[in-house]
């Protein structure tokens, strides 16, 4: 039998701060399971995105224009890193690209370039202005949701909910809030940052609130690929998870195959819920996309990233059957250290080639704070 082609995967979202995005991640998991001629592409939006001098997790790198500033512009950069490297697979990891990219689908596939994506209108009916219609079709339980687009709707949301509720934006971010003033404040950050609509949701779980959340692949078809669960163990102020470690829960992999068989859902997504006080899962999110830990997937035995990419490029990899319980991740913050000539490069040029054997070496450094993705412990 003969090897499998070499593939050249393209990731995309590889800011790594307090608040990673999932690339890194994602490229962690595929270079743990690569083959030797596979090549890992970095796209970037940001000049200092730290994932950017991550050599070693990622081959080469390229800008990309904002998805916000043409379709076409978009598809002609992408077109002409295709020329450059041959992109066999791209994997976009953040929210707002994905309407883009879902667009763009087609177009890619004609130049030969694998996604493995949600429909939009999948991507819509999960949103959070339309998680409460979402939760009835799957037979799943959510908070109490207002969508509102003025700030004069939060007196007669904040008398249904109560204090304390959560502000979100379409998008990211979420806000618990404690008072009215609280809710105008976090209203405003919202809307200046994503603009209307803004979620309201009441909080779930009360005092003894434990979030958990599952990384999944769905098939296209109503069928669940793979699926591995994880308990938050410590998060940050903004509410990202910081620790969690992998569980097994038959109940929570139950809803996520309900989410599949409602949807349809084709492609990865992290589902993340609150276990009520009568024990009871509540609903209250479902992102588009790998989320920031998934290396711990990877991690528990299971590479959703790496059977993400070849279901892409159009091969038929075995069957994900199981995870182990019990792995562990914690966030760490180190200095990402980067030549100044590859920061030079991807500002001027839009591109880091570290395959020429001689890029030139400066005379000194720079370093670029970052948080790396995980570090996993097997207990």
């Known amino acids: 039998m003969s090897p499998p082609l070499p593939l050249t995967v393209a990731v995309t979202g590889l800011n790594a701060t307090d608040n990673p995005a999932p690339g890194v991640a994602?490229?962690?998991?595929?270079?743990?399971?690569?083959?030797?001629?596979?090549r890992l592409i970095g796209l970037a939006y940001d000049g200092l995105d730290p994932g950017v001098y991550a050599e070693d997790v990622v081959d080469e790198v390229f800008m990309l224009p904002y998805p916000s500033s043409s379709t076409d512009a978009y598809f002609e950069r992408l077109a002409h890193?295709?020329?450059?490297?041959?992109?066999?697979?791209?994997?976009?990891?953040?929210?707002?690209?994905?309407?883009?990219?879902?667009?763009?689908?087609?177009?890619?596939?004609?130049?030969?370039?694998?996604?493995?994506?949600?429909?939009?209108?999948?991507?819509?009916?999960?949103?959070?202005?339309?998680?409460?219609?979402?939760?009835e079709r799957a037979g799943i339980r959510t908070p109490?949701?207002?969508?509102?687009?003025?700030?004069?709707?939060?007196?007669?949301?904040?008398?249904?909910?109560?204090?304390?509720?959560?502000?979100?934006?379409?998008?990211?971010?979420?806000?618990?809030?404690?008072?009215?003033?609280?809710?105008?404040?976090a209203f405003h950050r919202v809307v200046e940052q994503w603009g209307p609509p803004v979620?309201?949701?009441?909080?779930?779980?009360?005092?003894?609130?434990?979030?958990?959340?599952?990384?999944?692949?769905?098939?296209?078809?109503?069928?669940?690929l793979g699926a591995v669960a994880m308990k938050k163990l410590a998060v940050t102020d903004k509410g990202k998870g910081w620790a969690g470690i992998t569980i097994k829960d038959p109940e929570l992999i139950a809803l996520t195959e309900r989410f599949m068989r409602a949807t349809h859902w084709?492609?990865?997504?992290?589902?993340?819920?609150?276990?009520?006080?009568?024990?009871?899962?509540?609903?209250?999110?479902?992102?588009?996309?790998?989320?920031?830990?998934?290396?711990?997937?990877?991690?528990?035995?299971?590479?959703?990233?790496?059977?993400?990419?070849?279901?892409?490029?159009?091969?038929?990899?075995p069957p994900l059957l199981?995870?182990?319980?019990?792995?562990?991740?914690?966030?760490?913050?180190?200095?990402?250290?980067?030549?100044?000539?590859?920061l030079e490069r991807i500002v001027?040029?839009?591109?880091?080639d570290r395959r020429s054997p001689k890029r030139g070496r400066p005379e000194f450094v720079s370093s670029v704070h970052t948080t790396r993705p995980e570090q996993e412990i097997d207990l």
């Open 348 to 352: 001027t040029l839009g591109e880091i």
């Open 81 to 135: 890193i295709h020329e450059r490297v041959g992109l066999s697979v791209v994997i976009p990891t953040l929210d707002a690209e994905l309407p883009t990219f879902i667009a763009l689908a087609p177009r890619l596939a004609e130049l030969g370039i694998g996604t493995l994506l949600p429909t939009r209108e999948q991507y819509d009916l999960r949103s959070k202005a339309q998680l409460s219609k979402l939760a």
């Open 144 to 185: 109490e949701t207002f969508v509102i687009s003025s700030a004069l709707d939060i007196a007669s949301a904040h008398e249904r909910l109560g204090y304390p509720f959560f502000v979100k934006g379409v998008y990211y971010g979420a806000t618990l809030v404690t008072c009215a003033e609280e809710t105008l404040a």
């Open 322 to 342: 199981d995870y182990t319980a019990g792995a562990l991740f914690v966030r760490i913050s180190i200095d990402q250290i980067a030549h100044i000539g590859d």
């Open 266 to 317: 084709q492609g990865p997504c992290e589902i993340e819920v609150v276990r009520g006080q009568d024990g009871i899962y509540d609903l209250i999110e479902i992102n588009p996309r790998f989320p920031a830990w998934v290396f711990l997937s990877a991690a528990a035995g299971m590479n959703l990233p790496r059977h993400a990419v070849e279901l892409a490029a159009g091969r038929c990899p």
């Open 26 to 38: 994602v490229l962690r998991a595929l270079k743990l399971q690569r083959e030797p001629c596979d």
């Open 199 to 224: 979620i309201l949701q009441a909080a779930a779980g009360g005092d003894e609130r434990e979030e958990r959340n599952v990384v999944a692949l769905g098939d296209g078809r109503g069928g669940l």
